[in-house]
């Protein structure tokens, strides 16, 4: 099985974050009663004609920018036809042969690049809800916009394929075109898969439809590379198909062959006109374009001085980053992230927690929290104490602390209790000497006994340190 | 000098020498009277009508109506209007009634027009002849052995028999100049793009355009006044609202206009002499006659053909019995119902272009017949930008005969198929042209001609006919009026 390559090109569908649908007026928000959020456009009545949302447009372009694609300055959108109860006009609205954005890259961590195809933009279909034996439809979600982001056969492995797919929910996250819940289905994926030996030409490919999660995918990947392989050792052949992952049994199943696969009979869609994009279209975009998560993560670490990985976890959550960023203008960046991920980020246990960040204390009102810190009137522990409080009630740090907490210590003092210390207990000393390394906790324990608590440890110890030689 | 009926009524309206109401009784009693014959109504809404008669009567009197204030109308049945059955005269739409009115509909009831009733057309505006309709067949009122053309026919009957002041019919191949021709009737297709398609069933998208049937171009112009300009709710939609009736005066003084020798190819002997005829008298006006070719014709038909019937299997694919319509009684599953219900609920006619345009969109198929006919479509567009560089208008006949007998087309499918082939051009390069009478047959049945135009510039079309309007040379029209 090792002689195997694998080979695997993604499907992504993002859908937008656009107030209203892609061609009428009704709203996208997710979760409202069954057909509220319809109108003769979105339930394909008779006689009525799409409208395109230009708002559609402009987030696709900035997707596009955000992943080094092309803007055609000509596109324009065909139907693509097939009959499922759940597609009111029997035709899905989307764009075949001039997308908005084409041939861009996602860059992964090792530096290789995983070629993007291109970008278009088209409608959701509706949702079908089975209950008591009967089949429901819910237009809601019919004209919701998606943009399908469509990758070359560039990933070799399965850890390519996640970090692709989370390189590029981070990346549309933090430019706002979606919130990228998969879980929500407001980006999925399909997979195609083909397996060859080295130096012999691609394998034929299957295509896994609707990944709507990140473990499902992987789980989907490795069964199907093992499944091709065992085809292929078996000296029979892949066929070329459209398989599902059944979540139950983690396998793949066939859900059509290539025979049975449908014509769309794509042509161009008569009631949009073709889209001129301009200059100026695009360069409003890209020059509103925020920070994208690359370059954010490059500034935390040289400008900041964060770990990588401090920066990472920072950027990988687009609120925590937002929250970050309007913090570190306005007190010490490398404090403010200790805070932020030592006690407030390590604090949430799910992912969705993390994703959605909702604190009660506001970047202000941490900012000023940070700066008491910097200016040396609270020490790490208190700032510690403060900031949990401050979770909990929402007020501003000055209504924790006290007079005395905000007296400070000051540095010569400090120096004196380190030397008063050492002199003090010299069995602690020896024992430290002798590689009891944790005797040192005996140390700087009578340095914050003597200022009840008010000296930074950390500090403490270090100073401790050079005075006994570590 | 008035030479249309909606000025003259909306004079009487406001004189109070009669009343909507009193208007829309006199055409509701002939409709009763005449409709049975005609089958030009498929649905007559005579509350409805006598409502907003009642509400025109108050607006004029309290000085707020416009010239179509209180005038009756009819409308083809595949324009959406609010609450009330819009079929399309298919079976598979039987019952549908929409939820919102089409933008034509609504800029004539803003300006309190009364409507009558709904219109028979050729299911899904499929045809030649209005016999396809699901209600049955309508007649010609000059000769009820004769169709009224399609697939507008129940308009231009209803116009012509003088049961209704005017209709709005649409035109993809020619659904309103054709019946406009063989009822004796001005029938005026816009330019694409010129009136909102927003509530108009569609047929062939691209191609397809709402415009009126009227009993003189005069009345043409006023509706088409009414009803044109971009709406936000149509993309293709575009243009202004600039009156064009104030602006006919019956000059064609140096109107250039051009003959093109292919449209009269294979054209009957009736209808030549009716067509030369006309051109005479604008010879004879001071217009300038231009000799133009127009090679490129021979390329229409198929172009049409392959663009309508593709554009008709995408947007006819909607109709599956699940959310409104005909839905078949029995079906095992979801795709049973589906194939059951557009099985029973389409016509011949319609399965026939389905087919045809599934089959030309299909892969393999589709460089060789539709991206091809999207060239030769590029080819005739040029064609016509090329030759209106030469002259202003064109004329040509309408159809090559005059009306066919009834039961026809049916046993004569290829052959009513080609008689689109003056009419089709237009809607392939988006022209509005014009469908004005000149003339009768031997059979007495009536002759139109054709005048064409440049993109927007409906106002020279307009002009040029009215000139021969009151040259008092188009009157072949039966409408005596009501007896008010």
């Known amino acids: 099985m090792k002689d195997y390559k694998l080979v695997i090109g993604l499907e992504t569908h993002v859908e937008l974050q656009t107030k209203s649908k892609i061609f009428c007026s009704c709203p996208t928000a997710f979760g409202a009663e069954p057909n509220t959020h319809c109108c003769p456009v979105c339930t394909g009545e008779p006689g009525s004609l799409p409208i395109l949302n230009k708002e559609v447009l402009a987030y696709a372009v900035r997707a596009g920018l955000a992943t080094n694609c092309r803007i055609s300055r000509i596109t324009h959108l065909d139907r693509k036809n097939y009959v499922y109860p759940d597609l009111p006009k029997a035709y899905q609205i989307s764009q075949f042969d001039e997308p908005i954005c084409v041939g861009g890259y996602v860059e992964l961590d090792s530096g290789k690049r995983i070629r993007i195809n291109h970008i278009h933009v088209e409608e959701d279909a509706g949702k079908l809800v089975h209950e008591d034996g009967y089949t429901y439809i819910d237009y809601n979600r019919g004209g919701v916009p998606l943009i399908e982001i469509v990758s070359e056969p560039d990933i070799t492995d399965i850890a390519e394929a996640r970090e692709y797919m989370e390189k590029l929910q981070i990346t549309m996250r933090h430019i706002g075109v979606s919130d990228c819940k998969m879980q929500e289905g407001s980006m999925r994926c399909d997979v195609n898969i083909s397996v060859h030996k080295e130096g012999e030409p691609l394998g034929t490919r299957t295509e896994i439809k609707n990944m709507n999660s990140l473990s499902f995918m992987e789980r989907a990947l490795s069964y199907e590379y093992a499944r091709q392989c065992d085809v292929l050792e078996s000296g029979e052949k892949v066929v070329q198909e459209t398989r599902r992952y059944n979540e139950g049994s983690q396998t793949t199943e066939s859900m059509r062959s290539k025979e049975d696969a449908q014509d769309y009979r794509y042509f161009p869609e008569p009631d949009i006109l073709t889209v001129e994009v301009s200059d100026e279209f695009v360069d409003a975009i890209r020059s509103a374009m925020p920070e994208l998560p690359t370059a954010l993560r490059k500034r935390y670490v040289e400008k900041y001085g964060l770990g990588e990985t401090e920066a990472d976890l920072i950027v990988k959550y687009k609120k925590i980053a937002d929250f970050f960023n309007d913090c570190a203008r306005q007190a010490n960046p490398k404090l403010a992230a200790n805070l932020i991920l030592g006690q407030i980020f390590r604090g949430m246990q799910t992912e969705e927690e993390k994703e959605a960040f909702g604190i009660k204390v506001t970047p202000s009102q941490l900012a000023e929290l940070v700066k008491l810190q910097d200016e040396g009137k609270i020490n790490a522990q208190i700032a510690r104490q403060t900031l949990k409080k401050m979770l909990e009630e929402g007020k501003d740090a000055s209504a924790y602390l006290t007079e005395d907490d905000l007296k400070g210590v000051d540095s010569g003092a400090i120096d004196k209790l380190c030397a008063e210390a050492v002199a003090a207990n010299a069995r602690a000393v020896n024992d430290y000497r002798n590689g009891k390394t944790q005797a040192i906790k005996a140390l700087v324990g009578y340095v914050m006994k003597a200022t009840r608590g008010k000296a930074d440890a950390g500090e403490a110890e270090k100073k401790i340190i050079a005075l006994i030689g570590g | ?484």
């Open chain 2, 1 to 484: 000098m008035a030479s249309g009926k909606i000025m003259r009524y909306a004079a009487m309206l406001r004189s109070g020498e009669i009343t909507s109401v009193k208007l829309t009784e006199a055409y509701l009693e002939k409709i009763s009277v005449l409709n049975p014959e005609i089958n030009a109504y498929v649905s007559v809404n005579a509350e409805k009508a006598l409502a907003s008669a009642k509400e025109a009567d108050a607006m004029i009197s309290r000085g707020e109506g416009y010239v179509l204030t209180g005038i009756p109308f009819g409308i083809k049945d595949n324009i959406a209007t609010k609450g009330e059955e819009t079929t399309c005269c298919s079976r598979i739409l039987k019952g549908y009634r929409p939820t919102y009115n089409a933008t034509v509909y609504e800029r004539l009831v803003e300006r309190g027009a009364v409507v009558l009733g709904k219109n028979n057309m050729d299911e899904f505006a499929m045809g030649s002849s209005t016999e396809t309709s699901c209600y049955g067949a309508a007649y010609n009122p000059h000769d009820k052995g004769h169709v009224p053309g399609g697939s507008s026919g129940g308009g231009a009957a209803a116009v012509a028999a003088g049961l209704a002041a005017y209709t709005l019919g649409s035109d993809t191949g020619g659904s309103i100049r054709q019946p406009a021709a063989f009822c004796g009737v001005v029938g005026l297709k816009p330019t694409y793009g010129a009136v909102s398609r927003y509530g108009l069933i569609a047929y062939g998208s691209s191609l397809d355009q709402i415009g009126p049937i009227a009993s003189s171009v005069e009345d043409a112009a006023i509706v088409f006044d009414a009803i044109k300009g971009a709406d936000k709710r149509d993309q293709t939609s575009s243009g202004g609202t600039e009156p064009t009736v104030d602006k006919l005066d019956g000059n064609v003084k140096g109107l250039r206009i051009g003959i093109a020798e292919e449209y009269f190819d294979g054209i009957s002997a009736d209808t030549l002499a009716g067509v030369r005829k006309a051109i005479d008298f604008y010879a004879g006006s001071g217009a300038e006659i231009v000799k133009v070719s127009l090679p490129m014709l021979k390329d229409a038909l198929p172009v049409y053909y392959i663009i309508a019937c593709a554009e008709a299997s995408s947007n006819l694919g909607r109709y599956d019995g699940i959310r409104y319509g005909y839905r078949a009684a029995r079906y095992d599953d979801v795709n049973d119902m589906i194939m059951r219900t557009r099985s029973e609920g389409f016509g011949r006619e319609v399965k026939r272009r389905i087919m045809l345009g599934t089959y030309v969109l299909s892969s393999g198929y589709f460089d060789a017949y539709y991206k091809k006919a999207l060239r030769l479509r590029e080819s005739i567009v040029t064609a016509f930008t090329k030759i209106f560089a030469e002259c202003d208008v064109l004329i040509a006949p309408v159809a090559p005969t005059t009306a066919f007998p009834v039961n026809y087309t049916a046993d004569n499918m290829i052959e009513t198929y080609m008689s689109d082939i003056c009419t089709v051009p237009v809607n392939i390069a988006g022209l509005p042209a014009i469908s004005v009478p000149c003339g009768k047959d031997g059979k007495n049945l009536p002759v139109g001609m054709q005048i064409i135009g440049k993109k927007f510039d409906e106002l020279t079309v307009l002009r040029a006919a009215y000139a021969y309007e009151r040259a008092g040379l188009t009157d072949v029209s039966l409408d005596t009026g009501v007896t008010l």
